[in-house]
């Protein structure tokens, strides 16, 4: 192949990437979309490519399975929420303020996220079925808590957060806070979430202070 040759394969691949992420952002929109206005057995893979305005067939090339299409829905979300409010912040911060940043954010980002409804409707939807798809859901969780009892054993090595709290235990307590408003949001979708993450962040600050 000669130079120019490869010069000009070059944009091509780029363009061909950036078509196929911007059809899979569109895909998954779609999903973040249909579910939580029509549930999660609407979101067909043709409702989903009618909606992005894509063909049924392109659903099917970018997810392969139900399974490939929470995998990607999971990670969008996860996306948003690090890309949106957390970035380098956690860093700058002592693990207590650390801990309490990622636990503002994510219950703040709950009251308007769609991408965290669908999500969490997915999951109580593979619960309620006893579904295989519950590993995927799983293995997202587990990532959470290593990263919550991340920031605590932070928060332990510079002093912020008390030596005496189990950094896994605490990690899963915090996890099941968030799930359980986000599933209890489900149920109740006009409940004011603003006092419950204030008690939350103020239970949490005083019980985990070093």
């Known amino acids: 192949m ?14 061909q990437a950036d078509r196929r992420a911007e059809s899979e952002r569109g895909l998954v929109q779609a999903v973040v979309e249909i579910i939580p206005e029509r549930g999660v057995n609407a ?42 409010h957390l970035g380098e912040r956690i860093d700058r911060l002592s693990g207590l303020e650390s801990l309490l940043l990622f636990l503002d954010v994510y219950l703040t980002a709950l009251a308007n996220s769609g991408e965290l409804r669908t999500y969490f409707m997915l999951l109580a939807s593979a619960v309620a079925e006893a579904s295989e798809l519950r590993a995927a859901f799983a293995a997202q969780h587990e990532q959470v808590k290593e990263r919550l009892a991340a920031l605590v054993a932070k928060g332990q090595a510079d002093g912020s957060i008390r030596p005496g709290i189990d950094a896994d235990s605490a990690a899963l307590m915090i996890g099941s806070l968030q799930l359980g408003l986000s599933v209890q949001l489900l149920v109740d979708p006009q409940m004011d979430l603003d006092p419950i993450r204030r008690t939350a962040l103020d239970t949490v600050r005083l019980s985990f202070g070093g």
Not at 2 to 15: G, L, N
Not at 71 to 80: K, L, N, Y
């Open 43 to 84: 979101a067909t893979f043709e409702a989903i490519g009618a909606k992005a305005g894509y063909s049924r067939s392109l659903v099917t090339q970018r997810f392969g399975s139900k399974r490939g299409l929470i995998d990607a829905v999971i990670e969008h979300a996860q996306s948003a929420f690090d890309n949106a």
């Open 2 to 15: 000669t130079a120019t040759a490869d010069f000009d394969a070059k944009p091509s691949r780029r363009r």
